[in-house]
């Protein structure tokens, strides 16, 4: 059997994803892997067949959507140019973690495609959402990737066809500690914002994952990090809590390993605001941006002994049996 695997390249958490499904999918026979997108800052470790520019989102220096860089790299030509050339006919199988190019090509040609990831889940009505929905981001969840099967991930199992979050093995079998420190994980938000806010919870570390910098040093009580799996596996498993955006797999990597997490959504984006919902009904605190006027909400964080409630790994076998069996 021939798959044709299409990663979204907006975030991490894809690409973490794929890393860990790459393997099982290549029992079922050839994997080609197409990257969508250039936001992420992982390496993909795995070979890529084909890539393309598609659609990336931009951010602000302080935890917003840039929307005038994003319209600006937007091109209908390119992006339809992209899909007619994408050869989607040539696999038994396709799967999209949430890729435009991937839909409008099987679209053009008339092939079916599986959506599989955590956006998927948003074609459950029960899967949460924040108290004011939004029309526009609605429309994205639904019309952005569309598929003719849906196979999605969430914190909890929502639906039949919803899958708890893909763990990596690191933290499968990891033995997690509290050695006291703080991991951060911000992408959306610049250095220049947060230093002043995190230099006054001294003397307590903390360890800031940053696309900024290229090599790890320390000032004070922060241990700045390049973003890289191998030290941030390192240190969340060995952190006391995680302070980070409203993504999906980080957060609930933080979950199944029963720590602190406190979440910070990227303002304008709307998934970001439905994953904070589906957060805050496990009493995982949220908040909507951490400034000068906003921190004693997180000093207090740092301050309580709540601990957020540990959740499930997904079964990747029992996931990819129930994905195989709506294409007989």
Known sequence: MKILYSVQATGNGHISRAHQLYPYLCAFGQVDILLSGSNATLQMDIPIKFRAQGMSLFYSECGGLDYIKTFKAFSYRRIKRE?????????????????????????????????????????SNITPRPESKSIIGEAILKYYAPATHYVGLHVERYEQFIFPAVIKDTFLQCKPSDQGHITVYLPS??????????????????????????EPYREGNIHYFPVS??????????????????????????????????????????EQACNAAALEKMGVLKMNELNQNTKQTFFDWLKSSNKSPKIEANDINETLEFLLNMTM
């Open 83 to 123: 899909a007619q050339d994408l050869p989607v006919r040539n696999y038994d199988l396709i799967i999209n973690d949430f890729d435009h190019i991937t839909a409008r090509a099987c679209k053009i040609h008339g092939v079916p495609s599986i959506q599989f990831g955590h956006q998927a889940s948003f074609m």
């Open 229 to 270: 799996q191998k030290y941030f596996n390192e240190s969340l498993i060995h952190c006391h809590g995680l302070l980070t955006g409203g993504g999906f797999e980080t957060p609930a990597e933080a979950l199944y390993l029963g720590k602190k997490l406190l979440t910070i959504p990227i303002k304008g984006q709307y």
């Open 189 to 214: 938000y610049d250095k220049i914002c947060l230093e002043e806010i995190l230099r006054e919870v001294a003397p307590l570390d903390i360890h800031w994952f940053t696309k900024e910098i290229t």
